[in-house]
């Protein structure tokens, strides 16, 4: 048996680091959305597939026979062409998906499906912390009149991709500490988050709590019909069955 684990979050370290003590066939796949990536201790590949037709060529040519996707909960157009080409060739395929945040005591939370949604929310004149990624900025366009910073790990390779932004620089994990000074040093009035889940990433929220600040949380788009897994040991559990 040989693995593709499709990587891109906290989860697939962790998995990546048990199939090597597991000594378990795996390759790592990442799409490339971050420039420098952090090492895997497996074979690592950088990079699109080029498209459906790429993927599957690509599974056969490397000999794959599972697919465990441990890709970010919001890379719905990913996990959704995964799991319809591994149903096509007969081939066992699992999403990892963390647990999403709840809103707790203290929080104010307004839900909202999409980003085009943020303007009916977000008043005019307002300071926004967008930690949702430069993958989706210019769907925050719809936000004219207000301040935007977004934060990113790599430095941009262009200017902000509309007027009213700026881009902050910084590589995680952030402490709750951090993010609260950050906050008040930019006067921030919003926060923009897409519903990720994980602790290292709650910071900003736990953040947000602390100094009273309205959250815009985008909700989760659907899972795919496949099986899903919550965590690391789940996935390394479900390897062993294979």
């Given at each position: 048996?040989?693995?593709?684990?499709?990587?891109?979050?906290?989860?697939?370290?962790?998995?990546?680091?048990?199939?090597?003590?597991?000594?378990?066939?795996a390759?790592?796949?990442?799409?490339?959305?971050?420039?420098?990536?952090?090492?895997?201790p497996?074979?690592?590949?950088?990079?699109?597939?080029?498209?459906?037709?790429?993927?599957?060529?690509?599974?056969?040519?490397?000999?794959?026979?599972?697919?465990?996707?441990?890709?970010?909960?919001?890379?719905?157009?990913?996990?959704?062409?995964?799991?319809?080409?591994?149903?096509?060739?007969?081939?066992?395929?699992?999403?990892?998906?963390?647990?999403?945040?709840?809103?707790?005591?203290?929080?104010?939370?307004?839900?909202?499906?999409?980003?085009?949604?943020?303007?009916?929310?977000?008043?005019?004149?307002?300071?926004?912390?967008?930690?949702?990624?430069?993958?989706?900025?210019?769907?925050?366009?719809?936000?004219?009149?207000?301040?935007?910073?977004?934060?990113?790990?790599?430095?941009?390779?262009?200017?902000?991709?509309?007027?009213?932004g700026?881009?902050?620089?910084?590589?995680?994990?952030?402490?709750?500490?951090?993010?609260?000074?950050?906050?008040?040093r930019?006067?921030?009035?919003w926060?923009?988050?897409?519903?990720?889940?994980?602790?290292?990433?709650?910071?900003?929220?736990?953040?947000?709590?602390?100094?009273?600040?309205?959250?815009?949380?985008?909700?989760?788009?659907?899972?795919?019909?496949?099986?899903?897994?919550?965590?690391?040991?789940?996935?390394?559990?479900?390897?062993?069955?294979?």
């Amino acid at each position: 048996m040989t693995l593709l684990l499709l990587a891109g979050t906290g989860e697939a370290q962790e998995i990546a680091r048990g199939l090597a003590a597991l000594g378990s066939p795996a390759i790592a796949s990442l799409a490339g959305a971050t420039r420098s990536p952090r090492g895997f201790p497996l074979p690592l590949r950088v990079g699109g597939f080029g498209g459906a037709e790429g993927f599957g060529t690509y599974l056969e040519a490397e000999g794959i026979t599972a697919v465990l996707d441990a890709t970010h909960p919001f890379a719905a157009r990913i996990s959704a062409r995964t799991h319809a080409i591994c149903t096509k060739h007969h081939m066992p395929y699992a999403q990892i998906l963390r647990p999403p945040w709840l809103p707790g005591p203290g929080d104010r939370w307004t839900l909202i499906n999409a980003e085009e949604e943020a303007p009916a929310h977000i008043p005019e004149g307002a300071t926004v912390f967008l930690a949702t990624g430069r993958q989706t900025l210019e769907r925050f366009a719809c936000l004219t009149g207000r301040r935007l910073y977004c934060r990113q790990i790599d430095p941009p390779e262009g200017p902000f991709p509309f007027e009213g932004g700026e881009f902050l620089i910084g590589r995680p994990p952030f402490s709750t500490t951090d993010e609260i000074a950050l906050f008040k040093r930019l006067r921030i009035d919003w926060l923009v988050v897409k519903n990720a889940g994980g602790a290292p990433s709650a910071t900003k929220l736990e953040a947000a709590r602390a100094l009273g600040l309205p959250v815009l949380m985008i909700n989760r788009p659907a899972p795919t019909p496949g099986p899903v897994l919550h965590n690391a040991e789940e996935a390394l559990e479900w390897v062993r069955s294979l």
